[in-house]
């Protein structure tokens, strides 16, 4: 049986807040920012929606704004896939290879912004996501020049996930007019949570 202080969904094992090994994090320092507290309820959604709609095995994936990386994670076990994330918050990379450890997943992450990647980096990788990464107005301006960027590149599939936000929404019609294959989808799960939201699905 788990721990009091840790769950399994979708084949990971999170750690709650209260772990000793979390609490540990905290005192040396590691207070997470920019909100990379916690694992958000739009990460279990796009992981249900991969479960239908697979990345191909081996995939080159990118995870923005990993915090503590399990969209990353579930994409690596899942699917085989090899998997960078980049967060803004220095402070959300421990827990995130605290993380990969638990579960067994090579996973490599570093501190940068949406703005900080170029058309040649995007190039690296054959998929992009993100889970509740689209919460004030400059994030989506940022995204929204960060696909465009990405689409130049070659990338072939950008799934972005949202409980629907002002600036995700904003963002999803912008992409829905610009990209012939862009389509946003409306889901909602009951478990490893109960909670719904929009996925924006390129490609």
């Keep these: 049986m788990p721990a009091p202080t840790q769950r399994r969904a979708n084949g990971l094992t999170i ?14 320092g590691h207070v997470a920012e920019i909100h990379g507290n916690k694992a958000w309820n739009a990460s279990f959604l796009l992981m249900e929606h991969l479960k239908r709609h697979p990345l191909p095995e081996g995939s080159r994936v990118l995870e923005l704004g990993c915090g ?14 090899r998997v960078h994330g980049i967060d803004a918050d220095a402070h959300v990379l421990p827990y995130l290879q605290l993380h990969a450890e638990l579960n ?12 900080q990647l170029t058309t040649a980096r995007l190039g690296d990788f054959d998929a992009i996501v993100g889970a509740d990464i689209c ?13 465009r960027r990405a689409r130049k590149a070659g990338v072939a599939r950008i799934l972005v996930a949202d409980p ?14 610009r990209f012939d294959d ?9 478990r490893p949570v109960q909670t719904w939201g929009q996925i924006l699905s390129i490609g």
Aim: glycine content about 8%; some cysteine; proline content about 5%.
């Design 15 to 28: 750690l709650s807040s209260s772990d000793p090994r979390m609490r540990a994090l905290r005192r040396a």
């Design 135 to 147: 919460f004030w107005d400059t994030l989506g301006r940022d995204l929204w020049n960060l696909i």
């Design 164 to 177: 629907g936000r002002p600036p995700f929404t904003e963002l999803a019609e912008r992409c829905e007019a």
């Design 104 to 115: 067994g997943v090579p996973l490599t992450a570093e501190r940068r912004r949406f703005d």
């Design 68 to 81: 503590w990386g399990l969209l990353g994670m579930f994409c690596a076990k899942r699917f085989g896939c």
């Design 182 to 190: 862009a389509v946003l989808v409306h889901k909602e799960i009951r």
